[in-house]
C-alpha cells in the first residue's frame, strides 16, 4: 500500500466496512470485492470523525414521523466553521436524504460550563421552512427533534390556509386581497392592498399569480406548539426595550407564518407598502400590563423570525382592534417570515429560577446519562385557558461519586407551574411530574425503572475469511434502535472500543429476546434486524470475505 495515502479516506468504505461494526451492517461489505485496495485507499482501523457530535432527526410536526425525503441544511453560528459531517467534510449548506443529520465537531471540545452553541435550519419540499438552536455540552449528546409542517397536512392546534393573489411587476397586486387561517376559535388574517408591490430578497420585483400560504398555530396546543422554529429559550437580536441579543424564553399564546411564492419558486421577502396581519385573541385574555380583561387599544408585543439567519427579534407593538364581535392584535409589516405574539421572560432575572430534581435507580440503569425531552407547562394566558408549552432537551446525569441522577434546568419562567419530564432509556421511556408550590419547585426524589429491560452489552466481533488479524476502533458512532412494531426509532448510545478486552462494544438498555431494528446514526438508510437474547451480553459475528480489502 502506497504510504503516500496514509491521509486518503474513501466515504464508501466508512460507509460500508467501518459501519458494519457500529451498526451491523455486514450484509453490505460484499459490494467491496471489486475495488482496487492500491488505489488512493488508506484503511484508517480508528476513524474519529469529530471530537464531539449531535444527532439531529427531522420529523414531520403532525405525526411524528421520521422524514425520509431530501433534507436542506444550514449550520449557522460562530463555530459552523467546525461543524462536520460523517465523512469529515465542513460544510455548512447542503442536501442529504432524511431522515437524521450527523453533525460533528472538531477543533474544540464543548463542556456543560462552556458549550457551544449554533443554529440549523432544515428545509424540505412541501414543508415550512424551521430551524433549532443547538447546544453541545460534551463529547456525546443526546439527539435533538427538528420538527417540520406539512403544510397540507399541519398538526392539531394549527390550521393551514392557500389562496392566490395576482400581481404584476409594474402596478403591484391587482386587487385588495385578504387570506384567512381559522383555527378553531381563533384566525390569522393577512390584508394586501391594491397595488401592493412585491420583490424577493435580491429586490427583484415578483409578477403573476403568487401562491400564498398562511400557516397558524396555538401557543395552548401541545402538538402545534412543537411546531414553533429555533426554540423557545433563544437569544433575540433586538429585545422589546431595544436590547441587542437579549437571552430569554419565548412563550407564545399564537404564531404563524406567512409564505407568498411565484411559479418559478421565489419567495416575496419584502413589500413596497405595508402588510397588515391580525391575531384573533379571546375577550378573556389578560393584559399582564394592566392585569385586566384585554380591550381595544391594548399593545401586545409581537416578535419575528428571521429564516436566513435563524434569530428571533422584536418587530413592534400591536394594537387590539375590533372587527364585529371579535377582538384581535392587529400589527402592519413590510417582510414576510413567521411571527408571534408572546411573552418574553428574560434569562438571569427575578422573573426566573432554576430548579434540580434528583433521581434514584432500580438498579436496572446504570449508564452515565440518559437524554431526555421535557415540556415544560406554563400558566394560563387567559380566563379558563390552557397552558402554554416549552419544549426543551436536556439529560439526566449520574451524580459523580455516589449513587443517583440529578437533572438540572435552569431561567425557567416564575409562571410555570407544572414540568413533565419525559425520560428515555433504549426503547423504554418513563414519565415523571414535577409541581410547584410555594415559589419554589419541588426536588422530589424519584425512582425510575427500565421495566423489563436489562442492561446489555452488545460485543461486535469483525475477522477475516483468511484469519488475517483484524482490529477496528470506531469513535463517535450513535445507534438508534427500534422494535419492529411500532416503529419509534430511539438513541440507544455511542459504540466504543474497549483497549482493556480488545472488543467494539454498545451498552444499551434493551428487552430480552426481540427482534429490533438498529441502525448507525450516520447513515440511517442502512438497517439490520438483531434478536437481543435473553442474556445480558452476546455477540454479533461479522466476518469479511478474504479479498475485502480489510482481509488483504
Known sequence: MNPMKNNLILPRFIQLCLLIGVSFLFDSCKDLKNLDPGKDIKLIMNYKPADSFVEAQVKDAKTGNLILDKINIEIIGKESANIINFEGEA??????KGPSIYLGLRNVTPTATQPIDFKIIISVDGYLTSSRDVSLKGVNNPPVEILLVKASTPPIGSAVQQGTITNSATTGSSQDNSIVAVNGQNSTIVEV?????????????LSGALQTTVATFSGQSS??????????????????NGEANVKGTLVPSVFAAVEMK????????????????????????INPKTKQKVKVGDEFPIYS??????????????????????????????????FTLADFILSNSSSTFNVKVTFNSDGSVSAASYPCSIEAFYAPT???????????????????????????????????????????????????????????????????????????????????????????????VGIEGTLLSPVNWSFLGNVSYD???????????????????????????????????????????????????LCK
Open 305 to 338: 423570525y428571521s429564516e436566513s439567519t435563524g434569530v428571533w427579534t422584536y418587530e413592534k407593538e400591536g394594537v387590539v382592534v375590533s372587527r364585529g364581535n371579535e377582538l384581535f392584535v392587529t400589527f402592519p409589516t413590510s417582510h414576510l417570515s413567521w
Open 382 to 476: 387567559e380566563e379558563g385557558g390552557d397552558p402554554s408549552i416549552q419544549n426543551i432537551s436536556t439529560e439526566i446525569k449520574k451524580n459523580s461519586g455516589g449513587s443517583g441522577y440529578t437533572l438540572d434546568l435552569e431561567n425557567i419562567g416564575l409562571n410555570v407551574t407544572k414540568l413533565v419530564l419525559k425520560v428515555n432509556f433504549g426503547v423504554g421511556s418513563q414519565v415523571f411530574e414535577v409541581t410547584r408550590s410555594n415559589g419554589t419547585m419541588s426536588t422530589t426524589n424519584f425512582t425510575f425503572k427500565t421495566s423489563t429491560n436489562k442492561n446489555k452489552t452488545i460485543f461486535i466481533n469483525v475477522t477475516c475469511e483468511n484469519d488475517k488479524p483484524l482490529e477496528i476502533k470506531p469513535y463517535n
Open 262 to 285: 411565484a411559479s418559478n419558486g421565489s419567495r416575496v421577502s419584502t413589500f413596497s407598502q405595508p402588510v397588515d396581519i391580525s391575531f384573533e385573541i379571546s375577550p378573556n385574555r
Open 223 to 240: 402538538e402545534s406548539a412543537k411546531a414553533f422554529p429555533a426554540s423557545n429559550t433563544t437569544v433575540l437580536s433586538k429585545g422589546p
Open 499 to 549: 483497549s482493556g478486552d480488545n472488543k467494539i462494544k454498545l451498552i444499551t438498555s434493551l428487552p430480552d429476546g426481540v427482534d429490533m431494528n438498529f441502525r448507525s446514526v450516520a447513515y440511517p438508510d442502512y438497517t439490520k434486524i438483531i434478536n437481543t437474547g435473553t442474556t445480558e451480553t452476546f455477540t454479533v459475528p461479522i466476518q469479511l470475505t478474504k479479498d475485502h480489502p
Open 193 to 205: 392592498d391594491k397595488g401592493t408591490v412585491m420583490k424577493d430578497k435580491t429586490g427583484a420585483t
Open 91 to 96: 460544510k455548512t449548506t447542503y442536501t442529504k
